[in-house]
């Protein structure tokens, strides 16, 4: 499952100013924070990459996330991995009130499915979440090279592992 | 023994240097062993959980206690590696090492769990000139290779130079390596792995903290040297308005890769090994008497009128007047494999590889280190058995705050 406690989530609101990600005061009052924001690096001729990060929920009422978009992508989707293949997610992100959901690889991600240009190590790349109450949330996250989580780029042929 | 001072022993580097902070709480007391007559063990695995702050004024790794550990990482610089991407580089390293040190994982890091016992991990980063040159900043006067020292050296490209060097230390070798894997991991779009280089002291536990340690001719190695929060530490060490905007605040570091002949010192008795550095093996004091950390009488005269400290011993050539003017030295012993076909100093299949990882901070190279190195070159008997294969030159940005990274101000 990728519901965690809130417990974690006061080591985490440090480590999102830790590394450098959106704080402005619209954020900051959100319903919904972003935390260890990070994206995997790629070429255009990979197509495709992913985004990862812990999104809670601050508030007692539940909250989902209906959409996400992006200035530097024209595709954005919301995926979950089932039974080794990735697909969009029906309904969105759900987070039940007070609660974390994690996006990791080999989970829950927002897949971005044309590159227009290279994301490269150390990029801060600019991403908006759209929750269902027509809330935006912005968070900025850093391109990191990453060699696991492929199988999510594979379709059906590949073989989850240990992943989750 | 007494609350306080059991809590120092178990603090480590902590409670001894200044700057550093540990951020075991009061409710921990009730879990640290028992008062007892005589230093006791960390039986509680307390010092695992110690952080030393990331941010501040100061690189941590410099004002820092040494740890049990440390590992020196050189890499150089992709040609793509421009200045935008060495700030986002630098960037990335920060951020690993700002996660890291306090016990929280990277971002994708796959092996979060090796994270949460960081004990005492810090990380130091170093630019050589090139990453300067890269930045588009001025570098200070003294910031390259040193001057050659033909009398000693005998350098090898592999433990030498690197446009960027990453120092890590702390108690912990499996947090070093878990940050080590990271930094390089993070790198490979950047820059390359010149070299890696391992030292340690002794294990955490092994002496009360603040001992000095010793290196493996069994000499108390690094009695004088200043400590972080000495008067003498801050005006030796940290750059001010000589040096260029981007630096004021951090220093420079001089890393010497010291083979010692272990052979060789075989072959000396105690009084020779004594006589050549001027101090007692047993507890380090001064041959002219005192404990370990009184002045060094280098006046002093036998009944047949000869100083008590040889002229050419260790400690007279290397004594400063005015520690503020000297050098303050972070030593790790290194004990490798034999490589295959070395001898010894006899012309025998080598048994031993073994020396010591010099590190020192300063101000400025030149007016400190470089004298001090020219004196020892010239005349040291500890030439005899001790042969510099490995020599860089680094300078060592300012601290940052939360935010910010290492190196930032190259880019202001």
Not at chain 1, 75 to 81: A, R
Not at chain 2, 305 to 318: D, E, K, L, M
Not at chain 2, 373 to 381: F, G, N, S, T
């Amino acid at each position: 499952m990728h519901v965690r406690p809130l417990a974690l989530a006061a080591s985490a609101a440090a480590a999102l100013l830790l590394a450098g990600c959106a704080t402005d005061a619209a954020s900051e009052d959100a319903a919904l924070t972003v935390t260890d924001p990070w994206v995997k690096t790629a070429v255009p001729e990979d197509m495709m990459s992913a985004a990862f990060g812990t999104l809670t929920n601050t508030t007692d009422e539940d909250i989902t996330v209906v959409a996400a978009t992006s200035d530097a992508f024209p595709t954005l989707e919301l995926h979950e991995v089932v039974d080794g293949s990735m697909q969009a997610i029906d309904g969105g992100f759900a987070i039940p009130a007070g609660e974390s959901l994690t996006l990791e690889p080999g989970g829950l991600h927002l897949m971005i499915m044309e590159l227009p240009e290279a994301i490269e190590a150390g990029d801060e790349v600019d991403f908006t979440l759209e929750l269902s109450s027509g809330e935006t949330v912005d968070f900025t996250a850093t391109a990191k090279d990453f060699d696991g989580g492929n199988e999510e780029y594979h379709g059906s042929d590949m073989d989850m592992g240990s992943s989750e | 023994m007494t609350g306080l001072s059991r809590r120092r022993l178990l603090l480590g580097g902590a409670a001894a240097g200044a700057g550093a902070a540990a951020t075991l709480g009061a409710a921990r007391a009730g879990i640290l062993p028992v008062a007892s007559a005589e230093p006791s063990a960390d039986a509680a695995g307390v010092n695992g959980e110690r952080t030393v702050p990331f941010h501040g004024p100061h690189q941590a790794g410099v004002t820092s206690a040494p740890g049990a550990h440390a590992v020196y990482l050189a890499l150089d610089l992709l040609p793509a590696t421009d200045r935008d991407r060495l700030a986002a580089w630098l960037r990335l390293l920060t951020d690993d090492a700002a996660r890291l040190t306090q016990g929280r994982g990277a971002l994708a890091d796959l092996e979060p769990e090796l994270a949460v016992r960081p004990a005492g991990l810090t990380a130091t980063f170093g630019l050589g000139p090139e990453a300067v040159r890269r930045a588009g900043a001025k570098a200070p006067a003294w910031l390259g290779p040193l001057p050659a020292f033909p009398e000693i050296d005998a350098l090898e490209d592999r433990w030498s130079g690197g446009d960027a060097v990453v120092l890590l230390h702390g108690d912990d070798p499996t947090s070093i390596a878990h940050l080590a894997r990271m930094i390089v991991r993070d790198s490979r779009s950047f820059a390359t792995l010149r070299w890696r280089q391992a030292g340690f002291r002794r294990a955490y536990g092994s002496d009360p903290s603040g001992t000095t340690m010793r290196n493996l001719f069994g000499q108390v190695d690094g009695s004088t040297t200043p400590k972080p929060g000495d008067a003498a530490f801050d005006a030796a060490v940290w750059a001010g308005s000589e040096a260029p905007a981007w630096l004021r605040g951090g220093t420079s570091l001089v890393l010497r890769r010291i083979a010692m002949d272990l052979e060789g010192w075989d072959e000396v008795g105690v009084d020779g090994r004594e006589a050549s550095v001027g101090r007692r093996l047993s507890d380090g004091a001064p041959l002219t008497g005192g404990a370990e950390t009184d002045p060094i009488d280098l006046e002093a005269r036998d009944a047949s009128g000869f100083t008590v400290i040889n002229p050419a011993a260790h400690a007279a050539r290397a004594h400063v007047a005015d520690p503020a003017r000297g050098i303050v030295r972070m030593g790790f012993s290194y004990d490798d494999p034999v490589e295959p076909g070395a001898t010894d100093s006899q012309g025998r299949p080598a048994v031993s590889n073994v020396g010591l990882l010099f590190g020192s901070w300063q101000r400025d190279v030149d007016a400190q280190f470089v004298p001090m190195q020219r004196r020892l070159a010239r005349a040291d008997l500890l030439n005899t058995w001790t042969t510099p294969i490995g020599s860089g030159v680094w300078a060592i940005p300012p601290g940052c705050e939360e935010g910010g990274f290492v190196g930032e101000g190259l880019f202001a």
